[in-house]
């Protein structure tokens, strides 16, 4: 059973839980940081994908992300670079008070740590926002109850040099594919959010550091 992860009672465990990680890592220097958004769409619990522009530099253009990037020095700290990054691609102002906190950090292949932020934006219709079209294609949300179907998760193997290096998680038959690290903050976030109703099968779902 999915739990009411919008309640107040399901907010406040939410935030207990990660009390100590936010106090920890929030002003700890980090490479980027992105918002995780927890929204309602028609009063369905989910969360807030973006599909970074085609038209974008780098390896990533085209693939699924939360909105965030890369730490301003302007910035106060991984929260403030996560909301203000979210307001610049989204249009979307969270005011600092719905962060709930900071979920474990994930690094990219360059061993830069990416820092998430998990807040609630709110009752929304991702067809209503203006996303800066010079970064964001498309904006979606994937239902929390679809993330939660075993049907709709699924696993990559990576290999290197025709050699195995590691496995990550990814989420299927929404709009678009959720895979990378995407799709392992994703998985982070559905462990804190129905801890009964998801069980991963990965034991640590992280990119090597080497």
Not at 29 to 40: E, F, G, H, I, W
């Amino acid at each position: 059973m999915l739990p009411d992860c919008l309640s107040a009672e399901g907010e406040r465990r939410c935030r207990r839980l990660l009390e100590g990680a936010t106090a920890r890592l929030r002003a700890r220097p980090a490479a980027a940081a992105v918002l995780v958004p927890l929204c309602s769409v028609r009063g369905v619990p989910a969360l807030l994908y973006t599909l970074r522009s085609s038209r974008l530099a780098g390896r990533h253009k085209g693939d699924v992300s939360f909105p965030g990037g890369k730490c301003d020095p302007a910035d106060q700290d991984v929260v403030h670079t996560a909301l203000r990054e979210t307001r610049e691609e989204l249009g979307l102002a969270v005011p600092e008070e719905h962060v709930w906190g900071i979920l474990q950090p994930v690094h990219d292949r360059g061993k830069a740590p990416v820092v998430p932020v998990l807040a609630s934006v709110g009752p929304l219709d991702p067809q209503n926002l203006r996303p800066n079209r010079e970064e964001v294609d498309e904006v979606f949300a994937l239902p929390l109850a679809h993330l939660l179907q075993a049907q709709n998760q699924g696993y990559t193997h990576f290999c290197q040099g025709g050699c195995f290096r590691y496995t990550l998680p990814v989420f299927l038959h929404g709009p678009h594919r959720v895979w990378g690290l995407t799709a392992v903050i994703t998985e982070f976030t559905l462990q804190l959010l129905a801890p009964g109703a998801y069980q991963p099968r990965l034991a640590s779902p992280v990119l090597p550091r080497g």
